[in-house]
């Protein structure tokens, strides 16, 4: 008998997505929410039409079945049938026929990689595919491996033609101490590159290297006290993770080896993580938008990089939902306020509550030390990409703001070469402006600071800009300080604002390389 599989992957459909291009949404029939899904599936009805029975599917069976009203699809070696799904489809019919018939992994991963699809299509599990019995040619007896020194000879051409060189991981002990060292060979390393996780026994450290994910993945000899510290040396690329014995005594070994332990592969390829988060707090900051504070498990170390986000996972209706925000700090005026919180421990959001939605509303009524899913940090947006920048521009729409925050509080801290830092931040009315007060008194207490507000649909009394996105806008807002000055525009907002926007700044003889969108 098959088991479905247990990972999950984050749902679509988010204005803070971070990404590198967009997908179209199409208009859905009445009746076909997600929600009207969720209740289709618990209905006891037979959306496989194989009356519960599991196979495994050759290539041959799964190309019989590439028409919508019979239509197989292989997502990670699992096939499903998604003829029953492809009214409730937010992308629509087309999307899903590209890959009818077919393995739709590499067109699942370009377009949408976290939807939630084991927990969606469950109901729908035709079978696993059938393996081919197969020997690479460049096949080769795995050697052991010690400590996790890995062998050179195990480092294959092709990964160090396309990528980093992989890490290698030693430990030691003290009669009270187990020092666990990293040596990732890089020197750009960086507290926020580092993710470690304790819990249910198992032990899993996880070092981002570029685009690349270096696991260390244990049962644990002896048990350890949940708190432990993280330290990088960034000189020489060495992570230090020191853990604290429960127990006095010499450990044989580190531990046994647990899923993908000592692996090295592409981000993309691997499967995100969760950890239960305390909610801690959540304020009110406009009429339907509020700030919620998260706190980490006390075996948990982790800091999400800038300009990227996580994903939030709530059991709804017997269905695990999944979204994608963007943390922001808890203010922005960090010279002016002692953090309410230490840094290292809490995750604040700005999140927006649509009362006819799915997954705000149950946000929303989460109670004080309730728990949330959260995932360890994506996004494709590099630190790297302020070096010498001297005019930073920044473009945002309603909660499109939350990747500007982070952004606005290094850019003015952290960039020596900074002359110039300028949001427009675009809204319907003023009572929608996120954090209106903190940005106007940032830019009264930093001068090379400039905020402007545009409403597409203000009062009277409105004495600012009014309108849309537009090429007037753009060309009066985006003037360098100097005439061939490095400059930096990052957008946010929904998909019609990202895409216009882009469309503009092209014609405005902006480069790719001079812009960043997080698109939805």
């Not at 618990?42 to 919508?68: A, C, P």
């Not at 499903?80 to 937010?90: A, D, I, L, Q």
């Not at 304020?283 to 504070?293: I, P, Q, R, S, Y």
């Not at 606005?408 to 675009?426: E, G, Q």
Request: hydrophobic fraction near 35%.
């Amino acid at each position: 008998m098959l088991n479905v599989p247990s990972q999950s992957f984050p749902a679509p459909s988010s204005q803070q997505r971070v990404a590198s291009g967009g997908r179209s949404k199409v208009p859905l029939k009445q009746g076909r929410s997600l929600m009207d899904w969720i209740r289709l599936t618990k209905s006891g009805k037979d959306l496989t039409g194989l009356k519960g029975r599991l196979f495994e599917v050759t290539e041959e069976e799964l190309e019989k079945h590439n028409k919508k009203d019979d239509c197989w699809i292989c997502i990670r070696g699992f096939v499903y049938n998604v003829s029953p799904y492809m009214e409730y489809h937010p992308g629509g019919e087309d999307e899903l026929m590209r890959a009818a018939g077919s393995d739709g992994t590499d067109l699942f991963d370009q377009v949408h990689r976290w939807v939630n699809y084991e927990s969606m299509l469950k109901e729908c599990l035709v079978g696993k595919m059938a393996v081919k019995p197969a020997v690479p040619k460049d096949y080769h007896e795995e050697k052991k491996v010690l400590n996790g020194m890995l062998p050179k000879s195990q480092v294959t051409d092709t990964r160090a033609r396309e990528g980093p060189i992989s890490p290698s991981y030693d430990w030691f002990q003290t009669d009270s101490l187990i020092t666990i060292i990293i040596y990732t060979k890089q020197k750009d390393m960086n507290l926020d590159s580092v993710i470690v996780d304790y819990q249910d026994d198992s032990f899993r450290a996880e070092t981002i290297i570029k685009d690349y994910s270096y696991l260390i993945h244990m049962e644990l000899f002896r048990e350890i006290h949940e708190d432990f510290s993280v330290r990088v040396v960034a000189n020489v690329g060495k992570i230090e993770i020191v853990l604290k014995k429960k127990e006095h005594t010499s450990w044989k070994c580190l531990g046994h080896a647990l899923e993908n332990h000592n692996s090295f592969t592409p981000r993309k390829d691997t499967a995100l993580y969760y950890r239960k988060c305390q909610l801690i707090s959540k304020e009110d900051v406009t009429h339907d938008t509020k700030l919620f504070c998260l706190m980490l498990p006390p075996s948990s170390y982790l800091q999400v990089p800038i300009g990227q986000h996580v994903y939030l996972k709530l059991t709804i209706a017997g269905t695990e939902i999944v979204k994608p925000y963007t943390p922001v700090s808890h203010s922005l005026l960090f010279k002016l306020m002692e953090p309410v919180l230490p840094n290292d421990k809490y995750i604040y959001f700005l999140i927006k509550i649509y009362p006819a939605g799915l997954f705000t509303p149950e946000l929303d009524h989460l109670q004080i030390g309730d728990f949330v899913s959260v995932s360890s940090p994506e996004g494709n947006f590099k630190i790297s990409q302020f070096q010498e920048l001297e005019d930073l521009f920044l473009l945002a729409a309603g909660t499109g703001f939350t990747p500007m925050v982070k952004i606005l509080n290094y850019a003015l801290t952290n960039i020596p070469s900074l002359r110039k830092v300028k949001l427009m931040f675009f809204n319907k009315t003023e009572d929608d402006i996120i954090w209106r007060s903190q940005l106007e008194n940032l830019a009264f207490k930093d001068k090379r600071c400039d905020i402007e507000f545009v409403l597409s649909a203000p009062t009277s009394e409105w004495n600012g800009k009014q309108g849309h996105i537009s090429p007037a806008l753009l060309s009066e807002f985006l003037k360098r300080s100097l005439d061939k000055s490095k400059v930096l525009i990052c957008i946010c907002g929904p998909t019609p604002f990202t895409e216009q926007g882009i469309r503009l700044l092209h014609d405005l003889n902006f480069s790719k390389d001079e812009i960043h969108s997080f698109t939805a």
